[in-house]
């Protein structure tokens, strides 16, 4: 009986693995358009940014190499500005929405694993708000130009990302505060 529950439960389990759709992208992301300042206005936790408390942004800027340069920020609990600096690279076509980005040194670059998949999941039209993760969705961050979200925009968007597959449950809404 044991090992029938048991083979039972693990069918259970490897069946809703299965289940689960392939993460979609957005058709397309005009990568200029792209560039700019992005305040992290919610995300699931993660060990990178265990630290960071507070006004966590992203700036991107176009590079002459084709490749994107990655500034984060964040405030820690002791008032400090805690920096990373990245880059990011484009997989595929040039209107390709998956990127790949690396904090690692540069002279680490051909290593595959120091690539983390940045693909945007979610953009409205504007280029105002966006979700961004990877193909297992253990990472999800939503970024907007603004430190603030309407809550009916911000809404909108979760329905969309729990039809994507996500755990809302696991999303934590980060702190902004006014400069």
């Known amino acids: 009986m044991n090992k029938l529950l048991i083979g039972l439960l693990l069918s259970v389990s490897a069946f809703h693995v299965l289940a689960q759709e392939a993460l979609t992208t957005v058709a397309s992301v005009n990568v200029p358009r792209y560039m700019g ?13 265990r630290k960071c408390i507070s006004n966590t942004s992203a700036q991107y800027s176009p590079q002459s190499d084709g490749t994107v340069r990655v500034q984060n920020r964040c405030t820690q609990e002791d008032g400090k500005v805690s920096e990373a600096i990245g880059q990011a690279r ?4 040039s209107t390709s929405p998956k990127l790949q980005v690396r904090f690692a040194p540069e002279w680490l670059s051909f290593l595959p694993f120091v690539w983390g998949n940045y693909w ?3 953009l409205d039209t504007d280029y105002q708000l966006v979700a961004v993760s990877e193909p297992k969705r253990e990472y999800l961050w939503v970024l907007s130009r603004t430190p603030e979200v309407s809550a009916k925009a911000y809404d909108e968007l979760l329905a969309r990302l729990e039809k994507k597959g996500f755990d809302l449950k696991k999303l934590e809404k980060s702190k902004q505060t006014k400069p």
């Open 37 to 49: 300042t992005w305040y992290e206005i919610a995300k699931y936790p993660n060990w990178f940014q």
């Open 90 to 93: 484009q997989i595929g076509e």
């Open 120 to 122: 945007v999941i979610d």
